[in-house]
């Protein structure tokens, strides 16, 4: 299994900046690669960022290309995500998740979520 304690989020206004972080742990986290997805009531989950344990290959949608920026230490399991020019559209539930295909936006766990808000 891989466990997460995520840290960060909360309000920000249209235009505005936030940072998430996540520390995974488990007996199978070196199998998996970290990222993030979000989730917003009545609409589909979308990955928003992945990077690649064994290359450093950074994943993102084209929505967030260019304002989204995630890095990684894999010696301490931790990824973080800089969130920048939000949208009110991008409120939503952000979840760190183990994914086992970047590419694919495939993961077997994720964690509890942490709540963003973006006011207009």
């Known amino acids: 299994e891989v466990h997460f304690v995520e840290s960060g989020g909360g309000s920000v206004q249209a235009g505005g900046a936030l940072r998430l972080s996540c520390t995974a742990s488990g007996s199978r986290v070196n199998d998996y690669s970290i990222g993030w997805f979000r989730e917003a009531p009545g609409k589909r989950r979308e990955g928003v960022a992945c990077?690649?344990?064994?290359?450093?290959?950074?994943w993102y949608p084209d929505s967030v290309k260019g304002r989204f920026t995630a890095s990684s230490d894999y010696a301490k399991n931790t990824v973080s995500l800089q969130m920048g020019s939000l949208k009110s559209e991008e409120t939503a539930v952000y979840y760190c998740?183990?994914?086992?295909?970047?590419?694919?936006?495939?993961?077997?766990?994720w964690g509890q979520g942490t709540q963003v808000t973006v006011s207009s």
């Open positions: 998740a183990a994914y086992y295909n970047c590419r694919l936006w495939m993961y077997d766990y």
């Open positions: 990077i690649n344990r064994r290359d450093g290959l950074i």
